[in-house]
């Protein structure tokens, strides 16, 4: 469609340890801060995933998935 698509970046946030706590893809908005596009994610320490959420354009779709330490999906 002719538009220029902006560079989009990967943010990641770590545990004390060093670990990844969250990962996230962003994209410049408007103003020229990141805001979230695409699936973002978080874990706990040792490595299993607690959450997900898909964002576009800095906006949350649908409802985040969540998980609790022994594994339930939390609602």
Do not use: C, M, N
């Not at 908005?29 to 805001?35: E, Q």
């Not at 997900?52 to 998935?65: H, I, K």
């Amino acid at each position: 469609d002719g538009r220029e698509v902006p560079d989009a970046s990967l943010s990641v946030t770590r545990h004390p340890s060093g670990f990844p706590r969250t990962l996230a893809q962003s994209v410049p908005g408007p103003d020229g801060r990141p805001r979230f596009d695409g699936i973002w994610t978080e874990w706990y320490e040792d490595g299993r995933l607690k959450a997900f959420a898909d964002y576009r354009e800095g906006r949350l779709v649908g409802a985040p998935v969540r998980w609790d330490r022994d594994g339930a999906r939390r609602p």
